[in-house]
């Protein structure tokens, strides 16, 4: 071979491996801008929470839930937790009457029933705390109330919640285990209304719920009864199917099941599920 063909020959194989790796950097680049780009599409498919989430929660979970609604905004720029307090029953009629709702939080699986024997709930509610009654007596118990019999004494005026409210029913459970008859001078809508009429001085005592003693401090007196161990309700929540928030909805019901959720609920006197 003569020195030009060999000057020839390594030009050819210096140009190759050149082009060899061009070829590569711009495999690796392209790799990379892929790589880049789907990164970019999974970031913009998660979806950013936003807007309002409407909660519709038993009565008794007031004072907790509008904590963790205060929560919940603060951890999520841009949301805005609205609640609708009521009777359990009450709620329950809304939502299958077609009231727009993200979630349903009950203070029974029976009320949570309605909604979802209508097909108004997507999968199965999950149990997050559970709740005992309580006495409630004014301040300083002065008609010495120290049980549930007690109650049935002719001179003190008493207060249950309706029967069809998980606080009624609970109550009336307590009561048919004891073998006691009461006949109270009300049936309140809510477990909030019959506390009411205690704080109002409009009743001596009241059959409620441990928490409701505890959210009213000084106002009224806690009296425990052992029946109420036969009558404690646990509280279901659920994703409502027509959820006009549905990503906000089960990031707030995340929320009420976390480490934090149970904390703030545990303090407002609620049982563990």
């Known amino acids: ?20 790796a061009l070829l590569a950097l711009s495999a690796c680049s392209s790799s990379d801008d892929s790589s880049s780009s789907k990164s970019d599409t999974s970031a913009s498919a998660s979806p950013k929470m936003s807007g309002t989430v409407t909660v519709f929660a038993a009565a008794s979970l007031k004072e907790s839930f509008t904590t963790l609604g205060k929560e919940f905004e603060t951890a999520h720029p841009g949301t805005k937790v609205t609640f609708n307090f009521a009777g359990s029953d009450t709620l329950a009629a809304s939502i299958t009457s077609g009231a727009p709702a993200d979630v349903f939080a009950a203070a029974s699986p029976k009320t949570m029933a309605i909604v979802t024997d209508k097909g108004d709930g997507v999968g199965t509610p999950a149990t997050f705390v559970r709740n005992q009654l309580e006495i409630a007596t004014l301040p300083g118990n002065p008609d010495k109330v120290t049980s549930l019999k007690d109650l049935t004494k002719s001179s003190l005026k008493v207060v249950l919640c309706d029967k069809t409210v998980p606080c009624g029913a609970a109550a009336q459970k307590a009561l048919t285990a004891s073998k006691l008859k009461l006949t109270p001078v009300s049936y309140e809508e809510d477990v909030k209304s019959a506390l009411n009429k205690v704080v109002l001085k409009e009743a001596d005592a009241a059959v409620v719920y441990k928490t409701d003693v505890h959210a009213a401090g000084s106002k009224v007196e806690g009296v425990e009864f052992p029946e109420s161990a036969d009558a404690i309700n646990d509280y279901p929540i659920v994703l409502l199917k027509n959820a006009p928030n549905a990503v906000a909805a089960k990031a707030f019901i995340a929320l009420v099941q976390s480490a934090e959720g149970q904390k703030v609920l545990s303090a407002a006197g609620f049982l563990k599920p």
């Open 1 to 20: 071979m003569t020195r030009s063909a060999r000057r020839t020959r390594r030009t050819l194989q210096v140009a190759g491996a050149g082009a060899a």
